[in-house]
T-cell receptor, first 115, second 110 residues
Framework: GAVVSQHPSRVICKSGTSVKIECRSLDFQATTMFWYRQFPKQSLMLMATSNEGSKATYEQGVEKDKFLINHASLTLSTLTVTSAHPEDSSFYIC???????????FGPGTRLLVL | DAKTTQPPSMDCAEGRAANLPCNHSTISGNEYVYWYRQIHSQGPQYIIHGLKNNETNEMASLIITEDRKSSTLILPHATLRDTAVYYCIVRVTINNDMRFGAGTRLTVKP
């Protein structure tokens, strides 16, 4: 089956620093990747959609200058949280779809804690 | 806006079938019904999807009503490891939008 990985699985950083999260499709080419955020006891909220080689499309209320997304290849997308603050602490999850675009496969998530 | 309605929680006895309902009364003709589940602190796991016909795979069965306004996910023999939040999502495949509602928290009890 399709496998999506994320790295790191968990990260703790100081307020004001930047953190990069990687999302990789291991056994298929991901034409589209998605980034979600999930706060405790809440559902997943879509942050942005990125197509390989194009600029990401951000959901309303998500600051594109704070959450930098790069989708430079068909197997890798990165999310950089710039100048992180404690309120950015959350569970960040990526997903990817292949050329058939029938099903999204999700990564295991990255738990970010900003002190 | 939520396109699906699910009960917030359900319990099921281990070894019995778990039947999770979902209402999607405003579903369009080209929208599929997808089911995912999320075990605590993990990413969502794809379970099954369908358009009109009932579907079955190694994990579950999906029963879609003839008018497509509702569906039921069936886990035939629930185990403790099936305890999770189950999400029902309607989505057009060529439109990559996938929006999660609150889902149903299924607790399988021994």
């Amino acid at each position: 089956g399709a496998v999506v990985s994320q790295h790191p699985s968990r990260v703790i950083c100081k307020s004001g620093t930047s953190v990069k999260i990687e999302c990789r499709s291991l056994d298929f080419q991901a034409t589209t990747m998605f980034w979600y955020r999930q706060f405790p006891k809440q559902s997943l909220m879509l942050m942005a959609t990125s197509n390989e080689g194009s600029k990401a499309t951000y959901e309303q209320g998500v600051e594109k200058d704070k959450f930098l997304i790069n989708h430079a290849s068909l197997t890798l997308s990165t999310l950089t949280v710039t100048s992180a603050h404690p309120e950015d602490s959350s569970f960040y999850i990526c997903s990817a779809t292949g050329t058939a675009q029938e099903t999204q496969y999700f990564g295991p998530g990255t738990r970010l804690l900003v002190l | 806006d939520a396109k699906t309605t699910q009960p917030p929680s359900m319990d099921c006895a281990e070894g019995r079938a778990a039947n999770l309902p979902c209402n999607h009364s405003t579903i369009s003709g080209n929208e599929y019904v997808y089911w995912y589940r999320q075990i605590h602190s993990q990413g969502p796991q794809y379970i099954i999807h369908g358009l009109k016909n009932n579907e079955t795979n190694e994990m579950a069965s999906l029963i879609i009503t003839e008018d497509r306004k509702s569906s039921t996910l069936i886990l035939p023999h629930a185990t403790l490891r099936d305890t999770a939040v189950y999400y029902c999502i309607v989505r057009v495949t060529i439109n990559n939008d996938m929006r999660f509602g609150a889902g149903t928290r299924l607790t399988v009890k021994p």
